[in-house]
């Protein structure tokens, strides 16, 4: 089992390089190009929304053909999103490889349901923590290299993306095994949508909660508190660190001794705690006392909702089901920065974070009514 944990957290933390080092490239290279910024919206957003739709198919597939088969189906086509990439010059070029990445980057949950297929249930939150911190990790080290890539140009990041996501599709074929529960067996079956209601609605508020910083921690930081964009990329990667951190190591011995919910339950807490704290901050140590808060938060909810999910879902139908919450975690990334955005013009720098704050006690409303069932699905779903 741990081999097994260490070829797939390699293997997303080197997806995520690739992804980390295009994404933040993405707006500068189409404006450089004459895109509008409403293009450019529509460029960005794209990604998300290809996520949104098609995440709880590659879920449901990696249910009935296996995990192995759709990750390595998913890098291939990463690899060749990040070409599209590099020899883009127009509007519709960026497109379709923005297009073509949401959708091949849409594995994350089939990722999600191989380490549960590999992990007891009382070790679920601890290894779904730790594949979190190899997220957390991916997007601090891929931003880093883009932007000495893209000194030189647009394409060598491209070209640089396609080579870390072609060789891990490599390793990934080479030494990535099909988990036991899937060798030779075809499952079928729906994913009963009344248990999973509070944790997806869990999920879906949180990550709304969080996202709003997306928008407003940039404009608070830089225009309020005269941010450089260096200074400002070293708060995000403060962020990254926090919940590489907390993830990786703090969550798997927590999580055995107060279990997911109440786990989650305290950290949209802490989230809510640090979107409050936001609208004061005079100072820099303030601002990463809040962003501090709120990382620590998010890492702590995020892993025991997903394991808390998976807990509650019959095996055969783990990956529909993580699916589903990676798609209640996209709608959250597409509506928390629009929110942010709207309400940052209408009612000034405090809004959104005080909206954030309220989304996250919501959230942690819903976290109160994730139950402790082992297997609760089972009973309403079996394997064909």
Partial sequence: ?????????????????????????????????????????????????LQLLVSPLWGSLSDRIGRRPVLLIGLAGSTASYLLF???????????SRVVAGSMGATVGVAQAYVADITP?????????????????GFILGPALGGVLYSYSHSAAGFAAAAFCGVNALAAFLWLPETPRHLGRQA??????????????????????FAVIHVSLPLLAQHDLGFSPR??????????????????????????RFGEARLATVGALLMATGLALFPGSQHTGHLYLALGLLSMG??????????????????????SALGFAQTAQNLG???????????????????????????????????LAIRHRPGLTERSAAPA
Avoid: C, E
Wanted: proline share 7%; net charge positive.
């Fill in 86 to 96: 590099a020899f883009a010059h127009n509007f519709w070029a960026l497109l379709a």
């Fill in 121 to 137: 249930p009382d070790k679920r939150t601890q290894s779904l923590g730790i594949l979190g911190a190899a997220f957390a990790l």
């Fill in 1 to 49: 089992m741990r081999r097994q944990l260490a070829v797939v957290f390699t293997i997303v933390f080197i997806d995520l390089v690739g992804f980390g080092i295009v994404l933040p490239l993405m707006p500068g290279f189409a404006a450089s190009y004459g895109i509008s910024p409403a293009a450019i919206g529509v460029l960005v957003t794209s990604f998300s929304l």
């Fill in 333 to 367: 990334r597409i509506v928390g920065p629009l929110a942010a955005g709207a309400l940052y013009g209408a009612y000034g720098r405090s809004a959104p974070f005080f909206a954030g704050a309220g989304i996250a006690l919501l959230g942690a409303g819903a976290t």
């Fill in 231 to 256: 200074r400002l990329g070293m708060l995000f990667a403060f962020s990254g660190v926090i919940s590489a951190i907390v993830q990786g190591g703090l969550v798997g011995r927590i999580a055995p």
């Fill in 298 to 319: 998010s890492a702590a909810s995020n892993p025991s909702i997903l394991a808390a999910i998976s807990r509650i879902t019959a095996p055969h139908l783990q990956g």
């Fill in 188 to 209: 079928r079956g729906r994913v009963p949508v009344s248990p999973l209601a509070a944790p997806l609605a869990a999920t879906f508020l949180l990550v709304t909660s």
